[in-house]
């Protein structure tokens, strides 16, 4: 356990320990104790990833190398987080 006890202290943790933003559900009316946040996953080049993206037949799947080309950072960050939550 992390012994982390409201949002806000969760997402200062994430940005102190990780370098991951996010901002505390509290900010959206949630109960700061839920420890419920939101990313904004949007640092990237949106208008480039949506080009290669419109370029896959619709009902076709994303190649699995997508995120790493088109958002790694983004990927890099959850990858952060999951490692994070798993020690």
Known sequence: KKDIKDSEELSRVLLGNLGVAAL???????????????????????????????????GEDLPETFLDKYCADTLDAMKKIVAWLKT
């Open 24 to 58: 505390p559900g509290k900010a959206f009316n949630r109960d700061k104790r839920e420890l419920t946040m939101r990313f904004s996953c949007i640092n990237f080049d949106i208008k480039r990833a949506l080009r290669a993206a419109q370029k896959i037949s619709q």
